[in-house]
């Protein structure tokens, strides 16, 4: 079997001991080893997530968080903004309107994170205090973009609008501090940045943001956070937990917190930045405007004359790397190439030398690789190792 460089932006490769420690005998979910399980990784997630806050853990895809967010929040009628800068952040506006939320969608060009001084200029306007939630994706990647999660936060300021964070394709790569930043709401999934087969949701709210679950009136019963914590403070959970999910959790954060989750932003920010530094090697243009490029994923247009969709399926066909098409207004114009979870130098390597091969503009007379030479050169500068070891 040929090998396959998976290097979509989720489900993300996932380590060897991580595969191994999710095939472990089953344990029943109401005993003390699973009590210790989940307490340990109650600990690994609140270092992850900046937070002293409890960690509820869902079976479900990311989505379902999003979902649990709105209904454990809101009432039927309540005002809520939405940060638009791609397809994730539009499907939060999807979610709150099938629950009967009014939702006002501010939209930032294609390419471009949030402005801070929009948020912070609509809410002065908010005499009221209407808005009662701002929804944000942090990173965005049907765009490749990264929100300036820190700087949102502090436009928000003094307004008492609950603020909701989608850190699906961000947490565990990039930085993300619940409580220093003053988060209310802070979502994820398994399958992305935490190494770890899809399948497992997770959500953490800070106190007043506790305090909202009593007195929201959306219907919940699957989703309801206030049930789901009374069972997390006995190291349970409510229904029958994906146990070999959170094996495998359990073991891909034990490696991500050992290492330190500072030199883990540090790795991923190299990577990035190598990755797109191939990219621009090779004459191609990024969907991200400079300085708001995702360190996880990078949204790459194809060059004129080509179908992005049938570059993907060549490199794919040809080569063995799996990449993401467009989606939206991006469907047929651009391949997404996630680099996050268990990645290390050398996949970025062989992919952008796939890419480059399957452009055939590698310069022949050298026999050297433009965009692995880029590439290399910024993998040197930042000393990178393997990211999970």
């Given amino acids: 079997m040929d090998k396959e460089w998976l290097m979509i932006p989720g489900p993300t490769p996932i380590p060897p001991q991580v595969q ?21 990784i109650q600990t690994h997630l609140r270092e992850i997530f900046g937070t002293n806050e409890e960690i509820l853990i869902f079976p479900a895809a990311g989505t379902g968080a999003m979902e649990a967010s709105i209904v454990n929040l809101f009432s039927e009628g309540d005002h809520v903004l939405c940060l638009d800068t ?17 939702v006002e969608t501010l939209s930032f060009p294609l390419g471009r994170p949030v402005d801070p001084k929009v948020v912070e200029d609509r809410l002065a306007k908010d005499d009221k205090k209407s808005i009662r939630g701002i929804l944000l994706t942090h990173n965005e990647t ?40 003053g988060l209310d709401v802070v979502i994820s999934g398994s399958q992305k940045a935490l190494m770890s087969p899809p399948g497992l949701a997770l959500a953490a709210l800070s106190a007043r943001a506790w305090a909202q679950t009593e007195k929201a009136g959306l219907p919940r019963y699957y989703w309801d956070f206030r049930r ?8 349970q959970t409510p229904y029958t937990p994906a146990v ?6 359990n073991a891909a954060l034990k490696s991500l917190t ?13 990577i990035g930045k190598a990755f797109r530094a191939g990219i621009r090697a090779l004459g191609l243009e990024l969907v991200a405007r ?9 949204a790459i247009f194809s060059p004129a004359g080509l179908c992005a969709d049938q570059w993907r399926k060549e490199v794919e066909n040809k080569w063995h790397v799996v990449t993401a098409k467009g989606q939206g207004q991006l469907a047929g114009k651009i ?13 970025i390597l062989s992919v952008l030398g796939a890419l480059e091969m399957s452009l055939g503009i590698t310069d022949k007379d050298k026999h050297e690789s433009n965009a692995i030479k880029a590439a290399q050169k910024v993998l040197a500068e930042g000393g990178l190792r393997k990211t999970c070891e």
């Fill in 258 to 270: 050992e290492q330190g989750m500072e030199k883990i932003y540090d790795q991923q920010a190299v």
């Fill in 142 to 181: 049907s765009a490749g973009v990264t929100n300036d999660l820190k700087a949102v936060s502090g436009a928000v300021g003094e307004h008492p609008a609950f603020l909701i964070v989608d850190a699906v394709s961000s947490l565990g790569a990039l930085p993300v501090k619940m409580d220093e930043w």
């Fill in 86 to 102: 791609g397809e994730f952040g539009r499907r939060y506006k999807d979610i709150g309107e099938a629950f009967g939320l009014q």
């Fill in 228 to 235: 789901a914590k009374a069972y997390a403070e006995k190291k």
């Fill in 20 to 40: 191994m420690a999710a095939s472990q005998p089953m344990i029943s979910h109401r005993g003390k080893a699973f009590s210790c399980l989940y307490e340990e």
């Fill in 290 to 298: 400079p300085g708001s490029e995702s360190d996880t994923v990078t």
């Fill in 244 to 249: 070999s999910l959170l094996f495998g959790l």
């Fill in 335 to 347: 391949i997404r190439v996630g680099h996050m979870g268990f990645i290390d130098p050398l996949d």
